[in-house]
């Protein structure tokens, strides 16, 4: 069995910076492709990034690109966002994903195994 563990969330202020890490365990996670999702009060969840199995192929939501990036280290079974000049709207639970296969994904339906989130709250 996966288990994903979340951390790094918090409150910081408008055009601050966050990294959040995602610490996978069980299943050897180096073949699949990672993702990053979002989901703030009375939404849906969206897409945020995603990562290939080697970490040489990403894709991002419009809304982060530039600001944000993914990358994993498939030797500590590890992925990361790294979340640079954050915006109020940036404000949301962050939940880390793995994928049931080896390239980028973007919906979530293509995501058998989730994290419970870590809060990430950008306010001034």
């Known amino acids: 069995q996966v288990q994903l563990v979340e951390s790094g969330g918090g409150l910081v202020q408008p055009g601050g910076s966050l990294r959040l890490s995602c610490a996978v365990s069980?299943?050897?996670?180096?073949?699949?492709?990672m993702g990053w999702f979002r989901q703030a009060p009375g939404k849906e969840r969206e897409f945020v990034a995603t990562?290939?199995?080697?970490?040489?192929?990403?894709l991002y939501a419009d809304s982060v690109k530039g600001r944000f990036t993914i990358s994993r280290d498939n030797a500590e079974n590890t992925v990361y966002l790294q979340m640079n000049s954050l915006k109020p709207e940036d404000t949301a639970v962050y939940y880390c994903?793995?994928?049931?296969?080896?390239?980028?994904?973007?919906?979530?339906?293509?995501?058998?195994?989730w994290g419970q989130g870590t809060q990430v709250t950008v306010s001034s």
């Open positions: 994903a793995q994928a049931m296969r080896s390239n980028v994904k973007q919906f979530a339906r293509e995501y058998n195994y």
């Open positions: 069980g299943r050897t996670f180096n073949r699949y492709a």
């Open positions: 990562i290939g199995w080697s970490g040489g192929s990403t």
